[in-house]
C-alpha cells in the first residue's frame, strides 16, 4: 500500500501566463475546484493520507489553501455545501499534509529530491498535478505493481509519432505481460523529449509513478540534462541501469491543463458533467454552438 503522493507545484507555468503572474497553475478552476483539489481526490481515492507539495515561497497561496479556514467552511455550509466543507477539514487531521520549498525551478528531478525527508524510507507516488486523470485507477494499479514487484512503476502511454517529442520516451527490454492485472512491460531507459527519428519506442511517459525511495540517491545524482534543467528521468534512466523498471501501459482518459488549449477541454469537459449546473451548460454550448455555424 503506497500512502504518500508527492505533488511538484514549484514551476512557473510560464504557457498560462499572465493567469499565473499571480495565481499559481495548479490553483486555476476546474469550473469551482481547483486543479490541485482534483489530484488530491484521484490520489486520496488511491489510498494517499499523506500529501507532500513541494512548493515555491513565491506561490503562498498553495499552502493557503490546506490551511484550515473556519469562515469558509461555514460559508459552505450556508451554502448546503457541507460535504465540500468536509473535505477541506480533512487537511491537518486525517490527511496530512507536508510543504517541502524548492525556491528555483532547477526542474522536475530537483523537485522530487526536495521531497525527501518528508517522503521517508518509503515508495511513494509521484503526480504531475499539471495533468487530469479521469479516476484513481491508474495510481491504485501502480500501487500493486511495486507490491507485486518491489520495483519503481511509471504510468505510459501510446502516443502517436507527432507527439513524441513533448514525452519521455521509454526504451522497452521484454515484451508487454500482466503484472498486478495490469499490462506492464520493463525497460531501461528513457529519452527525454527525443526528436521523432531518436524515441526508442511509442510510449511517453504521463505524469503518475510509483517510485522506491533508493530513487533519491539517483535524484541527489543529477546533473543538468539536454535541456539545461535536472530531469526526473535521468534518475529513471539511472535507477533503472541497476534492474529495469515496469512501464504500465494506461487507456485511462487524460488531459494536460498546463496549456491553455488542454485547460479549456478539462474546464468544459467538467462543466458538461456537472451535477449542478451541466444539464443548463449544455443546453447553452449547443445554442452557442449552433449560432457559430
Ligand atoms: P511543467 O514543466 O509542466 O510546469 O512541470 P511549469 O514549468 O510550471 O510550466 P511551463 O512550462 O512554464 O508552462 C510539471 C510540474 O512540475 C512542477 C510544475 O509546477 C508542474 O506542476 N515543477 C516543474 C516543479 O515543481 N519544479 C520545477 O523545477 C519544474
Avoid at 503522493?5 to 504557457?15: D, F, L
Avoid at 479521469?134 to 505510459?156: H, K, M, Y
Wanted: glycine share 8%; net charge negative; proline share 6%.
Amino acid at each position: 500500500m503506497i500512502t504518500t503522493a508527492v505533488i511538484p507545484a514549484a514551476g512557473m507555468g510560464t504557457r498560462m501566463l499572465p493567469a499565473t503572474k499571480a495565481v499559481p497553475k495548479e490553483l486555476l478552476p476546474i469550473v469551482e475546484k481547483p486543479a490541485l483539489q482534483l489530484i488530491v481526490d484521484e490520489a486520496v481515492g488511491a489510498g494517499v493520507d499523506h500529501l507532500v507539495i513541494v512548493t515555491s515561497r513565491s506561490k503562498p497561496a498553495i499552502e493557503q489553501y490546506f490551511a484550515s479556514d473556519a469562515s469558509v467552511e461555514q460559508s459552505l455550509e450556508r451554502q448546503g455545501r457541507g460535504s465540500v466543507a468536509d473535505q477541506l477539514r480533512r487537511y491537518g487531521s486525517d490527511i496530512r499534509v507536508s510543504f517541502a520549498y524548492q525556491d528555483r525551478p532547477l526542474g522536475l528531478g530537483h523537485a522530487i529530491g526536495c521531497a525527501r525527508a518528508a517522503v521517508g524510507e518509503q515508495p511513494f507516488f509521484v503526480m504531475l498535478p499539471d495533468e487530469l486523470m479521469s479516476d484513481s485507477s491508474l495510481l491504485a494499479g501502480l500501487a500493486r505493481v511495486v507490491a507485486d514487484t518491489n520495483i519503481g512503476a511509471v504510468a505510459l502511454k501510446r502516443m502517436p509519432r507527432a507527439e513524441l517529442s513533448r514525452y519521455g520516451i521509454v526504451s522497452p527490454v521484454g515484451d508487454e505481460r500482466t503484472v498486478g492485472g495490469l499490462a506492464a512491460l520493463p525497460f531501461v531507459g528513457v529519452v527525454e523529449k527525443p526528436s521523432v527519428d531518436d524515441a526508442p519506442s511509442d510510449l511517453a511517459i504521463i505524469g503518475r509513478y510509483a517510485l522506491t525511495p533508493d530513487i533519491f540517491d539517483d535524484l541527489d545524482a543529477l546533473t543538468p540534462g539536454s535541456t539545461g534543467e535536472l530531469q526526473l528521468t535521468d534518475a529513471l534512466a539511472a535507477q533503472a541501469t541497476r534492474e529495469p523498471l515496469w512501464g504500465v501501459i494506461s487507456d485511462v482518459g487524460r488531459i494536460d491543463i498546463g496549456n491553455p488549449l488542454g485547460w479549456l477541454q478539462a474546464v468544459v469537459d467538467a462543466a458538461v458533467d456537472h451535477p449542478e449546473h451541466g444539464v443548463a451548460f449544455r443546453h447553452w454550448l449547443s445554442a452557442r454552438t449552433d449560432a457559430r455555424d
